[in-house]
């Protein structure tokens, strides 16, 4: 069978079209420079990353203010687990911590001072770049300390504080931010240069930005993956245990006395066999289908029933650090509007009122006032 053959001088509306061949390609590349760009243009949920910053700093210094009248027992000199053989564990275990290099209560004291205050700016985002990487270095070597009073709570609380070490966490609800607007009001008075001045230094800059957008956005990945690795596997963990598949599994969690704060609270909620094991089964259900609900409105009630089941677990259990540390986590998830919504709803209801002075002035009637002489401006 002879093929037509086509001059290489026909013109490109004259030749024969391949079924799904350009178009398709076309399109291929156009979805692969719109997931490009979207990781390389600009950061995404700044403000969700604003959130886990002060969400991790408040719950460990919280945690750490609590525990600091036993503070020598778990982490200093005078606990049970010796420095000197959490030193031997470290090289098993490959693990490190400041608070091992001395012995001295003195320098325990000191670093414990300065984790309180390392998570106290850390809250506050003053520096975030570098207090980002000291607050995960104080996190860490007191994880690695008393490996065996930790709890799953901590163990979360340790990997968000080493990824938001590369998330641009400080940008929104912070020192930091409120440090650059000022700069950029600075900038806007001044004169501006000519378009060759620092031409070389402006290149520098929008690599760094960009490199620090690639790396935050991705960092925000990671951590979105993270949680729903941390559901779905505990999701599928309990679909494995018979007490979970015939909905009896929190009625011997809440008969345990080491989980039980509260007793009587316990026994009036044991005292609903239905109304226990309906929760047995939408802990479930709620754990194994959480990543497959991330898209749309529907994770909008997943996340209102799962930090409902948090709540249940910090009062019910005492677990209030693990049950904090997977609320702060599904912030993750949330819209930057979403954490924008009730500061919009606050100036709504109480919009801030302009002085009478101010809206009986030339200025407050936006008149231009020329500078009196001998005046500042």
């Not at 420095?83 to 911590?97: C, I, K, M, N, Y």
Request: hydrophobic share 45%; with cysteine.
């Amino acid at each position: 069978m002879e093929t037509e053959q086509i001059p290489a001088e026909t013109p490109a509306a004259h030749r024969p079209a391949h079924p799904g061949g350009s178009t398709d390609s076309r399109r291929t590349l156009a979805r692969i420079a719109a997931w490009g760009s979207l990781v390389t243009d600009r950061p995404v949920s700044l403000y969700a990353s604003a959130v886990l910053r002060i969400g991790y700093g408040l719950l460990y210094l919280a945690f750490l203010l609590r525990e600091f009248p036993h503070r020598d027992e778990i982490w200093g000199p005078g606990s049970p687990w010796t420095p000197a053989l959490a030193r031997e564990l470290f090289d098993q275990t490959g693990w490190l911590s400041i608070l091992t290099l001395s012995d001295r209560p003195a320098y325990f004291e000191a670093c414990y001072a300065t984790a309180v205050v390392t998570a106290s700016l850390f809250v506050l985002g003053w520096r975030t770049r570098v207090v980002s990487i000291l607050f995960a270095v104080v996190v860490a070597s007191f994880h690695a300390r008393a490996i065996f009073m930790t709890d799953g709570g901590d163990n979360l609380i340790l990997l968000m504080a080493l990824y938001l070490t590369c998330t641009a966490c400080g940008r929104r609800w912070s020192l930091d931010a409120r440090r650059t607007r000022r700069q950029a009001a600075r900038k806007a008075e001044r004169p501006v240069s000519s378009p060759g001045a620092h031409t070389l230094w402006h290149r520098l800059g929008t690599t760094r930005d960009r490199l620090s957008t690639v790396l935050h956005n991705c960092a925000m990945f990671v951590i979105a993956a993270q949680v729903c690795v941390v559901y779905g596997s505990a999701g599928l963990y309990k679909v494995q245990g018979s007490l979970w598949e015939n909905g009896t599994a929190l009625h011997y969690v809440m008969n345990l006395d080491l989980f039980r704060p509260w007793p009587a609270l316990s026994l009036m909620l044991d005292s609903h066999p239905l109304l226990t094991a309906a929760a047995t089964y939408l802990t479930v259900l709620l754990q194994v289908a959480f990543p497959f609900v991330l898209f749309g409105r529907l994770k909008y009630p997943v996340l209102a029933m799962l930090l409902g089941m948090h709540v249940g677990i910090a009062v019910l259990m005492g677990l209030p650090l693990f049950s904090g540390a997977m609320i702060v986590a599904d912030a993750v998830f949330l819209p930057d509007r979403f954490h924008l919504f009730p500061g919009q709803l606050w100036r709504r209801a109480f919009p801030r009122a302009v002085p009478v002075e101010a809206q009986d002035s030339p200025r407050g009637k936006g008149l231009a006032v020329p500078p009196q002489p001998g005046s500042a401006g």
